[in-house]
């Protein structure tokens, strides 16, 4: 089968949408590790396995609840 098959568009559909993903998860982590940022609990390692572990909704939860407003 080619590239223009089934297959093909599925991965072609899918780029952005990993793509997205990814950059969601650097974004969270580094805004995590930056050292001014401070918290919720204080804990920056629960939050760093939240954003890894949970990918889709992990680094969406800590840019919406995680992150404490200076």
Known sequence: MN????SG????I???VIALEVGLV???LIDLLRR????????KLVWGLVIVVFTTIGPIVY???GRKQT
């Open 3 to 6: 590239a223009a098959g089934p």
């Open 9 to 12: 568009i599925s991965v072609l």
């Open 14 to 16: 899918l780029l952005p």
């Open 26 to 28: 650097i974004f969270s």
């Open 36 to 43: 001014d940022r401070q918290v919720v609990g204080d804990n």
């Open 63 to 65: 840019l919406l609840f």
